[in-house]
């Protein structure tokens, strides 16, 4: 079936330090993919979607690229904020299905 | 409000009791969903409804497991005779019908702890 496997963390690293989550997946087709973000007390939020192959979602100095030749889907972002700090989801949809399939998440806490 | 309400927050049950959980989409919005967080897992889908139908029951983990929808709004999902591993954040997410963005509108979620 479809999956979303992400690295596991926690991830801790200093304010202004790049930030990289690998993301993979397992689908049929070409599913749409997305990153959503859990920030303390809050509900999970759309941060970036692509939905084909080579599209580049960003969002907040969030970006992600769609490679289909290795089924990946990384979040980076070159200088993170305390702000930053949150549980970040990967997440695919087939095309034409209604749910979204998420990965297990990842922590990560930055320190000023 | 403007997003998505659950209730409640957190519950704390005995072993063997009923629980409802209980989830106010976003107006307008006819898609609903339910996921179940356990700790150190992804988000696990559990049930989705277009209106007050729910045409995919399939991640419903057992038939201890019950959700309805009434009125096209608000959902309750409903565990009988709790078990200690239903312990999790129950989330609902609500989205537009039709809507090919994948983007779900998620409420703060319902801690469940069955003792």
């Known amino acids: 079936g479809d999956s979303v496997t992400q690295m596991e963390g926690p991830v801790t690293l200093s304010e202004e330090a790049c930030l990289t989550i690998n993301c993979t997946y397992t689908a049929t087709g070409y599913p749409s993919l997305f990153w959503y973000v859990q920030y303390p007390g809050e509900g999970l939020q759309l941060l970036l979607k692509?939905?084909?192959?080579?599209d580049k979602g960003s969002n907040k100095g969030f970006e992600a690229t769609y490679r289909k030749e290795t089924t990946s889907f990384h979040l980076e972002k070159g200088s993170v904020q305390v702000s930053d700090s949150a549980v970040y989801f990967c997440?695919?949809?087939?095309?034409?299905?209604?749910?979204?399939?998420f990965g297990a998440g990842t922590t990560v806490t930055v320190r000023a | 409000g403007a997003g998505v309400s659950q209730s409640p927050s957190n519950k704390v049950t005995e072993k063997g009791k009923d629980v409802e959980l209980r989830c106010d989409p976003i107006?307008?919005?006819?898609?609903l969903y339910w996921y179940r967080q356990s700790l150190g897992q992804g988000l696990e889908f559990l049930i989705y409804f277009q209106g007050n139908s729910a045409p995919d029951k399939s991640g419903l983990p057992s038939d201890r497991f019950s959700a309805e929808r009434t009125g096209g709004s608000v959902s309750t999902l409903t565990i009988q005779r709790t078990q200690q591993e239903d312990s999790a954040v129950y989330l609902c997410a609500s989205s537009l019908a039709g809507s090919n963005t994948g983007e779900l509108f998620f409420g703060e979620g319902s801690r469940l702890t069955v003792l």
């Open positions: 692509a939905t084909k192959a080579d």
């Open positions: 997440a695919l949809r087939k095309r034409g299905d209604y749910k979204l399939s």
């Open positions: 107006s307008g919005h006819t898609a």
